[in-house]
């Protein structure tokens, strides 16, 4: 059974997980290198254990206690317990939840091991806003996807604003990084994958007319907001895809895009 401990003082060196927690430039760096990352609420923290991943403590104000108490009960990870004023220090943010705890990562596995079982995948390239990685891993699980892969220079999936946007859904998609880009699409396609890159240009075919969700293997492709795919990955694809628009708007958020794509690309497929 988890230790519980009251804590008083920000700067004590057991609450280093959880120290400023606001500063990005900082996260990426630290909580790859360190093996960890942040689940920030109730629903999250839960999901995150369901999904295999070890809990290294947490942090809580005295009230969430009894709502976390099998949580607790289930790990010997020490629970830290402090006032929400000194939770908004040391985070250097309003702790609005009141729970948050720090996982341990686990290792990545490869292209190979994500498309093995899959038929319908996303690719992201240079997608490096959190929120719009978790909308989009919100979607893929909501509209059965089946996993994501990621070019190197994507955001970090489990990002504590990631993870909270995606209401835990990182958890429960599998995800790789394709290292050689877009050279690494190589190996999807021959994987049996027709890669499907979206994009609001003329050329492109309109989804309806492309039916994916008649193909046995689709991975579909999504590029940064504004800027989009680049011309290597466009130039990797097997056709350019689009949704059409009306009343003169050229594009959607990558987010709202995404959605609309992956219910093309799975519609008629029996869901899990």
């Known amino acids: 059974m988890a230790e519980v401990i009251t804590v008083d003082a920000p700067g004590d060196p057991r609450l280093h997980d959880y120290t400023g927690l606001t500063d990005v430039e900082l996260r990426r760096r630290r909580e790859p290198a360190e093996g960890l990352f942040i689940a920030e609420g109730e629903k999250v923290i839960r999901r995150a254990g369901e999904a295999g991943y070890a809990m290294r403590s947490m942090l809580l104000s005295a009230k969430w206690l009894d ?16 006032d929400p004023a000194l939770a908004e220090e040391v985070t250097g943010y309003h702790v609005h939840r009141g729970a948050l705890a720090s996982m341990q990562r686990r290792p990545l596995p490869t292209t190979a091991g994500v498309l093995r079982t899959a038929r319908r995948v996303v690719v992201m390239e240079s997608v490096n806003d959190h929120t719009n990685i978790g909308a989009i891993f919100r979607s893929a699980a909501a509209l059965g996807m089946d996993a994501v892969l990621l070019s ?10 990631s993870v909270k946007v995606s209401m835990g859904a990182v958890f429960s998609v599998p995800y790789a990084r394709v290292d050689a880009w877009p050279r690494g ?3 999807v396609r021959a994987a049996g994958f027709r890669l499907l890159a979206l994009t609001p240009g003329e050329q492109a075919r309109p989804l309806d007319d492309v039916a994916p969700h008649r193909m046995e293997r689709v991975a579909l492709m999504l590029g ?17 895809v689009r949704i059409p628009m009306s009343h003169g708007v ?7 895009a995404a959605a609309v ?12």
């Open 67 to 82: 709502a976390m108490r099998d949580v607790i009960d289930r790990s010997d990870a020490p629970v830290y317990v402090v």
């Open 152 to 161: 190197p220079d994507c955001a970090d999936p489990l990002y504590r604003r």
């Open 185 to 187: 699409l190589d190996e």
């Open 224 to 240: 940064a907001e504004g800027s989009g795919l680049s011309p290597r990955a466009l130039a990797a694809a097997d056709d350019q």
């Open 250 to 256: 050229d594009s959607l958020n990558v987010g709202a």
């Open 261 to 272: 794509a992956f219910y093309a690309v799975t519609t008629g497929r029996p869901q899990e």
